[in-house]
């Protein structure tokens, strides 16, 4: 196959992108984008501070003018994210206790019932462990409404939308060694022992020189997919962009079974939230880099 979502596709995968809405009059953007990709993920639009800038009163204009770009090309959407210490409005930042555990259900029921039916993974929970070696909750208006906060999050959103795969969404949480995967490796399994409903773990996979790539990354899929879990790779993008690395972590999906997926975390390097980096598939001009290549190849089979 000549595109990265068809070649996906021979192997019951998607192959993703980070879709910012402000970039779809960009004729180049959007030539690519709908070329290459068969699942979109809107890279700011469905976040708490656009969907409910003030207390109980809803927005989706962006992520509806994403929302709508991707169904109309035909690809599918992850929904990022209902539950996040960041990019939370002013009035959030302003809750705690049992207020702001309201707010976050009341958000999980607005934001889901909009899109109810129509997204096929939604990350329910972003990013709430610390970094380091401790393994703990990162500190948050959210963790200090209680620990509980994520079961309760998990809760609200199957029942606010049953047809969707929830999803806890990290990042460096791929390499199996550090403490923070094996926090949300513990995590994940309580959950799975208890009941907490929870159907896949995403892994945003940012990788750069301070958190490396490492071959390990593949034992990490495979395990958290033992505990009864689908895994992803939700927001890939990579320092200098590899091409090495980007077929290993291709591979690595590949290799196992319950990986549904590749997100790339935006378009071209002049996308990325990290352009300096040129961590991306595309160039500025969109032009295909090396690593574009090693990644169609990787999903054509070799
Ligand atoms: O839209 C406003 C614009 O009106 C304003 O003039 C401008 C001035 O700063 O800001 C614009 O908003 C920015 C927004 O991106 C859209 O470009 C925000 O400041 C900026 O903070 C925001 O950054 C986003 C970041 O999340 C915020 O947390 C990045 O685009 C987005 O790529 C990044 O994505 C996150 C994932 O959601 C979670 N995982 C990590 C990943 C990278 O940080």
Redesign the pocket.
Known sequence: ESTLGAAAAQSGRYFGT?I?S?RLNDSVYTTIANREFNSVTA??EM?IDATEPQQGQFNFTAGDRVYNWAVQNGKQVRG??LAWH??QPEWMRNLSGGALRQAMINHINGVMAHYRGKIVQWDVV??AFDDGSSGARRDSNLQRTGNDWIEVAFRTARTADPAAKLCYND?NIENWTWAKTQAVYNMVRDFKQRGVPIDCVGF?S?FNSGSPYNSNFRTTLQSFAALGVDVAIT?LDIQGASATTYANVTNDCLAVSRCLGITV??VRDTDS?RAEQTPLLFDGNGNKKAAYTSVLNALNGG
């Open positions: 980070a910012a402000g890279e700011n976040k990022h994210t960041a990019q972003n990013e990042y945003q940012h927001e975390w935006g939230w």
